[in-house]
C-alpha cells in the first residue's frame, strides 16, 4: 500500500475531481495505455493496471469518499475499511470494462467481443451487513458471529449448474457468442442488430440436465455464520471489509466482499468524540468549596483526582491516555471530566434551617463572581 501513487495523481486529476471529469481521465488514459495499442510493452501494460485500480476506486461514491478521508488506507481489506481497485469490491465487472472499451475503440472489440465478455468471469456482488456491538465492545474489541442469508455456491454441482455426470453444451442458437446478430436495412444503409440470445440468455451455454439441488442456478440461497473480527478502536459506522464473503461470481469470477458496518450502543456514563471520552460527575457544594479526592471512573481502571478547593461548577479536567485506542495504531486518546455542582432537593426544615446559618456565616466576600454581578447591576439601574 506504501508504494501505491495517489489515485488523483494517475488519473492526472486534482483531489474532488467530479464524476465526468474521473469518467473522461480514465478513457483518456485507458485509451493511452491499452494492451492493444501498445502491444508486448510491458510498462504501459502496468500504467493500465494502475489506471483501472485508480478508477475502481474513484468511480464507487461511497470507495471515493474512504478514500478521500483515509487515503488508501481506506480501501484496504487489511485495515479494517474495505477493499476496492480492479476487480474489487469498488471496482467495476469485466462487462462493464468491455462496455467502457467498446465505446473508446468501436469496431475493435465488435459484437464478438461482447459475446466473450458476457461468457467471461464477472466478479460476484457485495453484500452488507449492520452489527450492533456494546461500548465497551467497541473500546476493546470483540469477536461476533454474524448470521446472513445469502447466495452460496452449489456443493452438489460445485457452481457449474450441471448435474455431476454431464457437462454444459455450447449453445446451437447463437453458437456460444451469446448473441444473435440480425441485417436491418434502412434508408441510410444496412446495420447489424445485435440482441441477446434468448436460448441461452447471453451466456453462450445450455444446461441440458440441470442441478437437482439448485435447479441450474449453480447457487442456493441459505443462512450462512461468519466470524468476524471486531478490531479496538471501532467507532460508530465503522466498516469492516470480509474479502470473498459476498456472493458467489459467474463463471469462475471471484466472490463480492461482505461489509459489516458499525453500530455502537450508548454508555451509561461515558460519551465519545474520536478517540476521547468525556464523562460527567456531580460534586456537593462542600466538595466543590473545600476541595476533596474524587475517584474517577475510567474504562479500563478507577484513578483518584484531588479536586482543589473553590472549583467552580463546569470545571473540565483531563487525564491523559485514559481514553479510546486508536484503529489503526497503539495511540491513546484522553478521558475529559466535567464537575457539575449538584443542588440539594426534598430538604425538610432542619436542613433549611442549617443552609440559612451556613449562608449568614460565609457571607458575600466569599462569592467574587457574585459581587461583580451585584456591582454591576446596581451602576446599570442607578443604584
Do not use: W
Request: with cysteine; net charge positive; charged share 30%.
Amino acid at each position: 500500500m506504501a508504494d501505491k501513487r495517489d489515485y488523483y495523481d494517475v488519473l492526472g486529476l486534482k483531489k474532488g475531481a467530479s464524476e465526468d471529469e474521473i469518467k473522461k481521465a480514465f478513457r483518456k488514459k485507458a485509451m493511452e495505455y491499452h494492451p492493444d495499442k501498445n502491444p508486448g510493452d510491458k510498462a504501459a501494460e502496468d500504467k493500465f493496471k494502475e489506471v483501472n485500480d485508480a478508477y475502481g476506486i474513484l468511480s464507487d461514491k461511497e470507495k471515493k469518499d474512504r478514500y478521500d478521508r483515509f487515503g488508501h488506507a481506506g480501501v484496504d481489506p487489511n485495515a479494517g475499511f474495505g477493499g476496492g481497485g480492479f476487480g474489487g469490491a469498488g471496482g467495476f465487472s469485466t462487462e462493464d470494462l468491455g462496455g467502457i472499451f467498446g465505446d473508446l475503440f468501436g469496431g475493435m472489440f465488435g459484437g464478438g467481443a461482447r459475446g466473450a465478455r458476457r461468457n467471461g468471469p464477472r466478479r460476484g456482488a457485495d453484500l452488507q451487513k449492520s452489527l450492533r456491538v456494546t461500548f465497551e465492545e467497541a473500546v476493546f474489541g470483540t469477536k461476533k458471529n454474524v448470521r446472513i442469508r445469502k447466495d452460496v455456491v452449489c456443493r452438489h454441482c460445485d457452481g457449474s449448474g450441471a448435474e455431476p455426470g454431464t457437462q454444459k453444451k455450447t449453445c446451437p442458437t447463437c453458437n456460444g457468442t451469446g448473441q444473435i446478430q440480425a441485417q436491418q436495412k434502412t434508408p441510410f444503409g444496412s446495420f447489424t442488430n445485435v440482441t441477446t440470445c434468448p436460448n441461452c440468455y447471453g451466456t453462450g451455454e445450455v444446461i441440458e440436465t440441470p442441478c437437482k439441488e439448485c435447479g441450474g442456478s449453480g447457487k442456493i440461497h441459505k443462512d450462512v455464520t461468519i466470524h468476524v473480527n471486531i478490531p479496538a478502536g471501532v467507532d460508530m459506522n465503522s466498516i469492516i471489509s470480509l474479502t470473498g464473503q459476498g456472493e458467489p461470481g459467474k463463471n469462475g469470477g471471484p466472490p463480492g466482499d461482505l461489509y459489516i458496518v458499525i453500530e455502537v450502543e450508548k454508555h451509561e456514563l461515558f460519551t465519545r468524540e474520536g478517540n476521547d471520552l468525556r464523562l460527567e460527575i456531580p460534586i456537593s457544594f462542600d466538595q466543590a468549596a473545600l476541595g476533596v479526592d474524587i475517584t474517577v471512573p475510567t474504562m479500563s481502571d478507577k484513578v483518584s483526582y484531588k479536586l482543589p478547593p473553590g472549583t467552580q461548577p463546569g470545571t473540565v479536567f483531563r487525564l491523559k491516555g485514559k481514553g479510546v485506542k486508536a484503529l489503526r495504531s497503539n495511540k491513546m486518546g484522553d478521558l475529559y471530566i466535567k464537575v457539575n455542582l449538584e443542588v440539594p432537593t426534598k430538604l425538610n426544615k432542619e436542613q433549611k434551617k442549617k443552609i440559612l446559618e451556613m449562608s449568614k456565616a460565609i457571607g458575600n466576600d466569599s462569592y467574587v463572581k457574585r459581587g461583580k454581578f451585584q456591582s454591576a447591576a446596581k451602576k446599570l439601574l442607578g443604584g
